[in-house]
Antibody, heavy 123, light 109 residues
Framework: EVQLVESGGGLVQPGGSLRLSCAASGFTISDHYMDWVRQAPGKGLEWVGRTRNKANSYTIEYAASVKGRFTISRADSKNSLYLQMNSLKTEDTAVYYC??????????????WGQGTLVTVSS | EIVLTQSPGTLSLSPGERATLSCRASQSVSSSYLAWYQQKPGQAPRLLIYGASTRATGIPDRFSGSGSGTDFTLTISRLEPEDFAVYYCQQYGSSPLFTFGPGTKVDIK
């Protein structure tokens, strides 16, 4: 069974930092692209960023709203994904989902989602 | 950036009825790059349809997707009680890689 479990969310002051982790099981992340998607309270879904797999040189892309502040990394040996968030703003308050993307050459999709971890940026 | 618009914002129907949800893109989208998700309160989204018309693993056949170009449709042939939820369409492109529509809420009439 595919599972994604996020951790590391919490309350942080504006300008602060937080690191989210995502532990994957039931599949090998090295075979997949992996994404972070967020959802502000009562709002819709916003894609945050993606890391491709080794076959695609681990390239990473970010949404414009987080580029330069957030960093995605992955540890295939630990079957884990990370999101380092710096210079946090109040508008970064959201539930952050770890999401499994497609395998290389498959149609793009976000096919398994974790339960999410809440990040609250407030003074 | 391609913008997705979903209509209606809310759809009020009874169990057993047919639901037709629309997703319109501001520019043409490859059918391979259009997906639909379902989200229930307090839960993570769930992939229903990808490639505009391919059901994801474990999705019942009462869910179907269609469309091309700028107009796409998600149809639920007969609503079950567990189908009342918010539905998002999503497209894959470049910068940003994924964009989502604002969602259609299907609630019980």
């Amino acid at each position: 069974e595919v599972q994604l479990v996020e951790s590391g969310g919490g309350l942080v002051q504006p300008g602060g930092s937080l690191r989210l982790s995502c532990a994957a099981s039931g599949f090998t992340i090295s075979d997949h692209y992996m994404d972070w998607v967020r959802q502000a309270p009562g709002k819709g879904l916003e894609w945050v960023g993606r890391t491709r797999n080794k076959a695609n040189s681990y390239t990473i892309e970010y949404a414009a709203s987080v580029k330069g502040r957030f960093t995605i990394s992955r540890a295939d040996s630990k079957n884990s994904l990370y999101l380092q968030m710096n210079s946090l703003k109040t508008e970064d308050t959201a539930v952050y989902y770890c999401v499994r993307g497609e395998r290389w050459l498959q149609p793009p999709r976000l096919d398994y989602w974790g339960q999410g971890t809440l990040v609250t940026v407030s003074s | 950036e391609i913008v997705l618009t979903q209509s209606p914002g809310t759809l009020s129907l009874s169990p057993g009825e047919r639901a037709t949800l629309s997703c319109r893109a501001s520019q043409s989208v490859s059918s391979s790059y259009l997906a639909w998700y379902q989200q229930k309160p307090g839960q993570a989204p769930r992939l229903l349809i990808y490639g505009a018309s391919t059901r994801a693993t474990g999705i019942p056949d009462r869910f179907s997707g269609s469309g091309s170009g700028t107009d796409f449709t998600l149809t639920i042939s007969r609503l079950e009680p567990e189908d009342f939820a918010v539905y998002y369409c999503q497209q894959y492109g470049s910068s940003p890689l994924f964009t989502f529509g604002p969602g259609t809420k299907v609630d019980i009439k």
